[in-house]
């Protein structure tokens, strides 16, 4: 019997048109097995507003959804964008350090996931460090899930991968250079940059180099589909 599955989350989650075999991106892999696919996703998404999404699409939906695909981002992307940079200034002032920033967008980020989840219960969810790994440092407000990757991009790369937050909004840190302090900027960019590298390696792997290619993608279709009886 096929189930209705809904995926959340940004680039990750597209079946880009210049990609090779898209037939396999998971929408369209899961269709040809009989399952219903709603596909949220959009290139350059933050998590809050696919999650914001992924609640109401629970909340209204006529009909169950058996599972919830969300391929998590960076959590620092939310922050970039109003009003949460002014609700962080207007708890704390300027940012104490970046841990403490991130720790605080992650914490509200992982609280609106556990509320979509609460809101249909019986709907299980696979979470997936993607564009983002997850925040290790909160990575307990997500173990209710019923499939918690932490970093996909460092299975497909087999190495672990620094953690980093700053990938595709890596130029909005550079504008609190003199807050947050430079050697702490300029780790992260350094971050930033080993993880391009290794990612540039192979392109059987990421085939832009910066997404997943069909080897890796098809992998973890497989792998969905043991765990969830797709």
Known sequence: MGKNILILGDSWGVTEN?????????????????????????????????????????RECPYPIDLVIWYHTEVFRDFARPPWEDRYKSEFGEPRDLVHLLDWQAERTYQLAHEAKLASPATQWAIIGGGGPVVQSQRSRLEWADLLIDDWKSEIVGEQLPECHFMQ?????????????????????????YILEAMARDRSLFWDRIHPAHQPVLAMNLRLQERFDL
Not at 21 to 49: I, S
Not at 174 to 188: I, S, Y
Request: hydrophobic share 40%; proline share 3%.
């Open 169 to 193: 909004f890596y130029d909005y840190i550079w504008q609190w250079r003199e807050t947050l302090g430079m050697d702490a900027v300029q780790a992260e960019l350094d971050k930033r940059q």
């Open 18 to 58: 210049s990609q090779p075999q898209r037939q396999d991106w998971p929408e369209y892999y899961f269709m040809r097995r009989g399952h219903t696919v709603f596909n949220k996703c959009w290139g350059g998404a933050w998590n809050l507003v696919q999650l914001g999404f992924g609640d109401a699409f629970l």
